[in-house]
């Protein structure tokens, strides 16, 4: 399919420099259009070109009409019509800005001229044309006259002071920064008081009783008359003499020894174990996609994602549709297979389907790859085989 891009330029010096770019980049040059009447435009410090020097001349078809009328596919009922893309650039050209048209036959190409115009400042159009609309124009004007060399220089240092265009050189930046946040997993000790043991020490008393037999002696004396002959022995008794018998008796001894009867360790015991610790993680995943705001590029992007939301779910339907669960739940399965088909392209599934595994499995954790290979699959091979 082809399409083609177009470029508008208040300086002539940018427009050739940007066609010169475009044909040594390998543009053929038919294909590599300049406005047809760059010859009438009086930019200051410029030389005048004719409209041979750009691709195929179509001044013989209408001057500026004519051209914009075959650049849109329009006829010349069509041109009455206001407010329309011909209208935009047909008026820019009437006004003394150069149109510069390149036939891009894939998206490759049609990227590469798109880089190679925007390196030149082209105008913006759509705010050139809202400035017009604020001062009363209302749509191209076939029988109005071209502006005159002055009148093209006058609106120049008007937009230039006023910063009309696109993409003038300035040395203010816009950025907006999106961070991408990722959680990451550390893993520490800490010694935690769990209980333990306290010992106390105390001295108590009790009382004890026990039993001792204890001896004690009495010396008693015990006189009876008696009335019979001395013998021998009691004839000794006349000698003197000293005859004693003593008294004896035991008493209780109390005395204390102390004693170990037991005892009473206090140790640690200490052990190792391992922890296995689960927990889910949270990134945040930034996906940048291309908004083209060249003329037709958009529609067709959107054409693009229509179709493919419409195929996805076709193939949802018949793949998971009867085992419950939402489309939600498989549309990043499907534009991340989408979005890989240049690794298939010219490879097996089986060889490639490793790699992409370990890819979804790192960035989503929370849905297995065997739940999601399918859509993934299918994602990327549809957009191989277009």
């Not at 078809?61 to 209208?87: A, H, K, Q, V």
């Not at 959107?302 to 779910?313: G, L, S």
């Amino acid at each position: 399919m082809q399409n083609t891009i177009i470029g508008v330029y208040d300086d002539i010096a940018q427009a050739q420099a940007a066609q010169d770019e475009l044909v040594a980049a390998g543009f053929a040059r038919e294909r590599v259009q300049l406005n047809p009447h760059a010859d009438s435009i009086g930019t200051t410090g410029t030389s005048s070109t004719s409209a041979s020097t750009s691709g195929t001349s179509q001044s013989d078809s209408g001057g500026i009409g004519g051209f914009f009328r075959g650049l849109f596919g329009m006829d010349e009922e069509s041109e009455t019509r206001s407010g329309s893309e011909y209208d935009m650039y047909a008026e820019a050209a009437r006004r003394g800005s150069c149109v510069l048209t390149v036939d891009a036959d894939s998206d490759d190409e049609l990227d590469r001229a798109e880089a190679i115009l925007q390196r030149h400042n082209p105008v913006d159009i759509d705010q050139r044309s809202e400035s017009w609309r604020s001062e009363g124009w209302t749509g191209y004007d076939a029988s109005a006259p071209a502006y005159s060399a002055d009148e093209m220089q006058a609106e120049r240092a008007r937009y230039a002071s006023t910063g009309s265009t696109a993409r003038t050189t300035d040395d203010t930046t816009e950025n907006q920064r999106i961070p991408v946040v990722e959680e990451q997993l550390k893993v520490g000790k800490r010694t935690v008081n769990r209980g333990g043991v306290r010992v106390v020490r105390r001295t108590s008393e009790k009382p004890v009783h026990e039993s001792v037999d204890l001896r004690k002696e009495t010396v008693s004396v015990n006189r009876q008359p008696v009335d019979k002959p001395a013998s021998e022995a009691d004839l000794a008794a006349f000698e003197e003499g000293t005859i004693e018998m003593r008294e004896t008796s035991e008493e209780a001894v109390v005395s204390k020894e102390a004693r170990v009867v037991e005892e009473v360790e206090i140790g640690k015991q200490v052990s190792h174990e391992t922890a296995d610790i689960d927990e889910k993680l949270r990134r945040t995943d930034v996906d940048v996609q291309r908004m083209d705001t060249a003329a037709g590029r958009g529609d067709y992007a959107d054409t693009v994602q229509a179709a493919d939301d419409a195929d996805f779910r076709t193939h949802w339907q018949n793949a998971y549709g009867t085992s419950g669960g939402r489309y939600e739940d498989y549309d990043a399965a499907y534009r991340y297979g989408s979005s890989a088909d240049e690794r298939v392209r010219n490879a097996r599934w089986e060889d490639v389907e490793p790699q992409m595994r370990s890819d979804w499995e790192a960035h989503h954790p929370e849905s297995t790859w065997e739940r999601v290979k399918d859509a993934v699959r299918y994602g990327a091979q549809r957009h191989s085989r277009m």
